[in-house]
């Protein structure tokens, strides 16, 4: 299914280049219609002195890219945004990815001898600021590691986890979150964030008596939020929030990058709660829709996976996130409904260096009537064919560990009572979503 859904763009894509010509007064110039697509949609990354391997602001930077450019954007896998188009839902707030316009200009471009063009249409230089503000307004409580992660001048990438502990002594309720890297930006890749709630931890209490505040250990806690360049904090509706429990520990997920210097790293994770005693009345929930069980034999691809979770209430889904571990390569998350039927949410492919959250815009989130059956679909590569794969000649089973293999899609969501999830879906079909039309 996946293979048919991207040469079907890919065919469209090459229809639309060869339908319109190279004439002179349609070729396609980086100053005039390439640079304003990698203004808009790479330098935020592509600038000097991020993590990125080379910058895209101007054309002597771009020009020796122009090939693997090609095929990324072809690919879809530069901008990093997995989600296949081709099914599902569509509307995110965070989408960063290209149009189809945008990749046929790109790949025209290129095909044509990735000219310069006219320097006077240039357009002015995006400048950008790397000391990150808080966006989620200024936060009640910001979380540092008590000490920082040394990143080596020369070393493979990392992926600690660091726990810690930021005291936390009453239960309140999240309005907004945020990562800021404060010190070592141009190392950090990504960040994930999890909730290790007390009853987690005695879970693994054994492993949690650590006395300067900082510990490696395998992946645990619930998910709250992730961070890449160029990503903003998390501003929950009014009305809606995450409950954060008094002894909650934060679980941070590195993804760490070396580039040539030793680098000290820290962040700073920001909560703004709402007023002490405020109940929202959505309250948030995560989760993984999960699978129980892996088996991947040496060598084999499209290992397949299942997992479900029933919705014990009509519920709001919120936001989606393939989780998987080396070998993963596609997740998608479809809902049977009561009545039987069957719908595709989202599918993304799965590259093990990005984790993307894709959170559904408010108007096109997944509304889901009670007794939903949210199924993940996850497939795996343990062949050679898969950068990512250290040893495909492994037995890989489930497991915390990196070595190990999960197939996990992260979901964020709130229940909503039958009065309001009748009268927003009233709502949806007087709009003509279709996304409420196999439901009832
Ligand atoms: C969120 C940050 C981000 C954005 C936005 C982004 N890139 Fe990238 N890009 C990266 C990183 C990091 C890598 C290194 C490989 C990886 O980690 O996936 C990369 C790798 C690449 C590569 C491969 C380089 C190589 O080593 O062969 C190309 C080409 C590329 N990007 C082009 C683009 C283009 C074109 C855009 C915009 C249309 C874009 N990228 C947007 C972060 C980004």
């Known amino acids: 299914?996946?293979?048919?859904?991207?040469?079907?763009?890919?065919?469209?894509?090459?229809?639309?280049?060869?339908?319109?010509?190279?004439?002179?007064?349609?070729?396609?110039?980086?100053?005039?219609?390439?640079?304003?697509?990698?203004?808009?949609?790479?330098?935020?990354?592509?600038?000097?002195?991020?993590?990125?391997?080379?910058?895209?602001?101007?054309?002597?930077?771009?020009?020796?890219?122009?090939?693997?450019?090609?095929?990324?954007?072809?690919?879809?896998?530069?901008?990093?945004?997995?989600?296949?188009k081709n099914v599902g839902v569509q509307y995110f707030s965070n989408d960063i990815s290209l149009t189809d316009e945008q990749i046929a200009t790109i790949v025209k471009w290129v095909d044509a001898g990735a000219v310069k063009g006219n320097p006077a249409d240039m357009p002015p230089t995006r400048k950008f600021d790397d000391n990150e503000t808080w966006q989620i307004g200024e936060p009640d409580r910001v979380i540092t590691l008590p000490k920082d992660v040394i990143v080596k001048a020369k070393a493979p990438d990392q992926w600690p986890d660091?726990?810690?502990?930021?005291?936390?002594?009453?239960?309140?309720?999240?309005?907004?979150?945020?990562?800021?890297?404060?010190?070592?930006?141009?190392?950090?890749?990504?960040?994930?964030?999890?909730?290790?709630?007390?009853?987690a931890q005695t879970l693994h209490s054994g492993k949690l008596d650590d006395t300067d505040g900082t510990l490696e250990v395998g992946e645990m806690g619930v998910f709250l939020n992730e961070y890449a360049i160029g990503k903003k904090g998390d501003v929950f509706p009014e009305g809606s929030g995450r409950l954060v429990k008094a002894g909650t520990k934060i679980n941070f997920q590195f993804h760490l990058h070396s580039v040539g210097t030793e680098t000290p790293t820290n962040v700073a994770l920001g909560l703004k709660f709402y007023p002490k005693g405020y109940v929202p009345k959505h309250v948030i929930s995560s989760t993984t829709v999960s699978v129980a069980e892996i088996d991947l034999r040496p060598n084999t691809d499209n290992v397949r996976s299942d997992g479900y979770l029933t919705l014990v209430k009509s519920a709001r889904l919120l936001s989606f996130q393939p989780h998987m571990h080396n070998r993963g390569k596609a997740e998608c998350l479809e809902a049977i409904y009561p009545n039987g039927k069957v719908e595709m949410l989202s599918c993304a492919k799965f590259y093990f260096n990005w984790h993307i959250n894709y959170v559904?815009?408010?108007?096109?989130?997944p509304l889901l009537p009670q007794g939903t059956v949210l199924h993940s679909i996850s497939w795996h590569d343990n062949t050679a064919g898969n950068k990512f794969n250290p040893d495909p000649d492994a037995q890989i089973t489930w497991g915390q560990r990196t070595v190990d293999e999960m197939g996990s899609a992260w979901i964020s969501w709130y229940y909503m009572s039958e009065q309001d999830y009748k009268k927003e879906v009233e709502e949806r079909k007087a709009a003509q979503r279709i996304l409420t039309s196999s439901r009832e």
């Open 162 to 199: 660091i726990l810690v502990d930021p005291g936390l002594t009453e239960d309140r309720y999240l309005k907004g979150v945020q990562i800021i890297p404060v010190k070592g930006f141009p190392v950090i890749h990504h960040i994930r964030t999890s909730l290790v709630e007390p009853a």
């Open 360 to 365: 559904y815009r408010d108007d096109a989130a």
């Open 1 to 84: 299914m996946r293979t048919i859904s991207l040469s079907v763009v890919i065919i469209t894509l090459l229809a639309a280049v060869s339908a319109s010509g190279q004439s002179a007064q349609t070729q396609v110039t980086f100053t005039k219609d390439v640079a304003p697509i990698f203004q808009g949609r790479c330098q935020i990354c592509h600038h000097p002195g991020t993590f990125a391997p080379m910058s895209l602001m101007t054309y002597e930077d771009a020009r020796p890219w122009a090939r693997s450019i090609k095929e990324k954007v072809l690919m879809r896998e530069m901008p990093p945004w997995h989600l296949d």
